[in-house]
């Protein structure tokens, strides 16, 4: 393990002490486990940073836990981050109401804080879990994600799995999420994530030296970023209509089932059945393969001035109880587009009909006219 106890009782690292302090520790000091209280023995070699070990006749139920030694980096930087800042801090503190062993845990006035750092990706059913006891509890849980589990692509794209959709926070009118870089000790504040694809969303990555950054400086607002996100998406549009893919995912593959027994090609959809709503980004279908079928189940077959069905429910919550809800935006662009309107709460009829294109370059066409209308929506400087 990173940490133990002292003979002093202060918590304490080898984390990048240099070899000759440790050797000099090793003879001055004790150290304790932190949660067996038995005396540790001190490891250090060319290979493994130096560590606390248990010694053979231990029974510490620490001993085979075998956490990674970036996890337990991390959680040390974490902890010394916050200890710095004047915060009394504990490393895997157990909290007897939700029975569970957070990361670390800290009081900021009358509000607690347990912070999870999340290397290992997980099922998001676990972390829903987790966070709807802590949410119980009355504790506020910062997921904090290993950079091991970020990539950027260029630079307003990043990896976006079911992983990281189970991790997101909504802050200030905008998504976000929290990593943690241990080797360049930079926590890297993803926000205004928009999304278009299962395993990319658009965002503005922000990063923050542990130096230099506090911790209630990770819930500020920033202005909004000046890239434009819809250029992308007008280009993942014209890749859909205009690239054939022979193989693609077994979804994909069913959506175009889908459309070609209702006589459709997936080349030839509308162009409103590929608009960019606030919430793609935690919304864990593909918009153009949900607004296909929204319109040809909801909306097509309706006469004009009949009520637009809004009641599906989607699992799209944030880690901080966002409830975001992809169709009602879907149905307020619709709105806007001029193909509904609206009659009362939550009430919309049908206004116009929607037209499927008949040839690549009609669609093409309408593409670029409702980017333009999205644009001047969005007010943005291109
Ligand atoms: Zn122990």
């Not at 002292?6 to 001055?28: A, C, T, V």
């Not at 895997?92 to 509000?111: A, H, I, M, S």
């Not at 200030?172 to 205004?192: E, G, P």
């Not at 935006?329 to 008949?358: A, C, N, R």
Request: charge should be positive.
């Amino acid at each position: 393990m990173l940490y133990a106890y002292d003979d002093n009782g202060k918590l304490s690292s080898l984390y990048q002490l240099s070899k000759q302090r440790i050797e000099q520790l090793r003879k001055e000091k004790t150290y304790f486990c932190p949660t067996c209280k038995e005396s540790l023995q001190i490891r250090s070699g060319r290979l493994h940073t130096a560590h606390f070990a248990h010694f053979p006749s231990s029974n510490c139920e620490r001993k085979h836990q075998g956490e990674s030694e970036y996890h337990e980096s991390g959680k040390w930087l974490l902890y010394q981050w916050l200890t710095h800042q004047g915060y009394d801090v504990e490393l895997e503190f157990f909290l007897k109401e939700t029975n569970q062993r957070p990361d670390l845990f800290f009081t900021v006035g009358d509000k607690r804080i347990a912070i999870e750092f999340q290397c290992s990706t997980i099922p998001p059913e676990i972390i829903e879990k987790r966070t709807k006891s802590l949410n119980e509890a009355g504790i506020f849980p910062l997921w904090i994600i290993g950079k091991n589990q970020y990539r950027q692509k260029g630079k307003h794209q990043l990896l976006h799995t079911t992983f990281h959709r189970s991790l997101m926070y909504y802050f200030h009118s905008n998504f976000c999420m929290y990593y943690l870089d241990v080797k360049a000790q930079t926590i890297i504040i993803a926000d205004h994530i928009q999304g278009s694809s299962t395993t990319l969303c658009y965002a503005n990555p922000r990063f923050y030296s542990l130096k230099s950054v506090t911790f209630p400086q990770l819930f500020t607002s920033v202005p909004y970023p000046s890239f434009s996100y819809l250029n992308i998406w007008e280009k993942s549009m014209y890749h859909l209509r205009t690239t054939y893919h022979r193989r693609v995912g077994s979804e994909e593959l069913q959506w175009r089932q889908y459309l070609y027994l209702k006589g459709k090609h997936f080349s030839l959809i509308p162009s409103v059945c590929f608009l960019p709503v606030p919430s793609q980004s935690i919304y864990h279908v593909k918009a153009y393969m949900w607004q296909t079928r929204f319109i040809l189940d909801h909306f097509m077959e309706k006469p004009i001035g009949d009520v637009i069905n809004n009641e599906q429910k989607v699992r799209c919550k944030t880690i901080n109880q966002y409830q975001a809800n992809p169709i009602q935006e879907y149905i307020l662009m619709l709105g806007k587009l001029g193909f509904v309107k609206k009659t009362g709460e939550g009430e919309w009829v049908k206004l116009k009909e929607i037209q499927f294109p008949t040839h690549i370059d009609q669609a093409l066409e309408e593409d670029k006219r409702v980017m333009f209308f999205l644009r001047r929506q969005t007010n943005v400087v291109l």
